[in-house]
RNA sequence: GGAGAGAUGGCCGAGCGGUUGAAGGCGCAGCACUGGAAAUGCUGUGUACAGGUAACUGUACCGAGGGUUCGAAUCCCUCUCUCUCCGCCA
């Protein structure tokens, strides 16, 4: 949610912002529609004033009631006029996307992502390379056809190693961030209308929700929503802050709409599993903090051998609610191309104003805080070690900080 | 699922329809005491919005939403949530 006070005083940023986006936004109407509530406001406390004062000397001067009883007939009709302006204002500003940090690149969309830097060596191989849906059959690991049949085309199963190597690589994650001051959750996979507002997963992204049909609750699409939310309408001590959380669940996504892009195995998928990185911190710290989510993203690929490159993410890849983002892109042998395995976002105040979690310092000072939302991990890693460590014969060797974790240093085809 | 109890400030906890933005305690801040600290004592300490250069003024807020009343934390209705006991259960 954007600060009123900055649209008041400089909708000229809001406006550019917007401009910048490609968004649609008209900006002045807001703007006076604000106007015109701050005038209505105005009016009523004025009325509601002299109904209080008034009403003191009503105990005993039934004169005065009269008076008092026209106020109010008076104030009512104000109100119900005044209602429809405050919904209307609302749902205007809930559409307004947060501000970009002036380095964001311009561009549509991921194609016009600015690559920052490339670690590691791409994998050469001397044999035709596989991607992991052929992988996954040999191996025996994924079944894409029987996650179609128990749910829907775009649910899988791991099976076996290959599941090993999952939770291996899961539980393998949340220790090093543990080791780095994140403390671990377990979190609903499940959340309500207000949560998803107000991480901005709604209004934006309500075709990608999962919701329940009797209920007030969707599937989350990411742990950010129940992290974030975990927090809302409290006040931080700004002395404990900034706060890191970690947590592994399943994420739903409809993927409404992407049909086509990448469907070949289980890329993009209806159900991933992630951990991620929460943090919770002053405003001044969060691009820090930006840059230390990235830091764990990059050792974490780098401890799996994994190349990668790093992209600055561009205006048009951007959701609303984000101010500035890098992608992590890692190497995939079978789609011989870096593709997104990462996504780390700082989020500003536009998080913490529609969930209300501010903080308070010894010195009387508060705000809200800044939220940065990064993935740690995802099976898209795990599907990128089967591309990447595939041997000639199908099998697929483990990174060995894996190894303490799954118990075997290689995964190999089944016999028929 | 059945029965009952409750929801008040950063936290705990009082509260008669008007003098309650709300006693008391904790916490926090300042001061005093101390070589320094602890303990103690004194003083201060809610949030949001609107107006004002400002000191400040006004309005709203005691789970949420309605209602009664000149006036509601207090009375009435609806909803949500929490807790306790019983049942079922991973």
Redesign the pocket.
Known sequence: MI???IL?ENPELIKDTCARRGMKVDVDAIVSL?QKH?DG??K???L?????????????NPA???Q??Q??EEL?SLEASF?ALETELNEKLSWLPNLLAKEVPPGASDEDNKEIKKVGTIPQFSFKVRDHQELGEILDIIDTQRGAKVAQSGFYYWKGKGAQLCQSMFFWTQQELIKKGFTCFMTPCAAKTKTLFGTGYLPFGADQIYKMEKEDLALIGTSEQTLVGYHAD??LDAAKLPLCYTSFTPCFRTEAGSYGKASRGIFRVHQFHKVEQIIFCLPSESENYHKFCLENEEYLLQKLGLPYRVVDVCVGDMGAPGYRKYDVEAYFAGFGTYREVTSNTNLTEFQSRRLNI?Y?D???G??FVHTISATAITDRAAIAILENNQREDGSVVIPEVLRPFTGFDVIEPVKK
């Open positions: 600060d009123l006070k008041r604000d701050r406001i105005q009523a406390e004025f509601r004033a002299e109904r209080n004062r008034l009403s003191k000397d009503c105990k005993d005065a009631r009269d008092v009883k106020i109010k009512s209602e409290e006040m501010r308070k010894k010195d009387g508060k705000g």
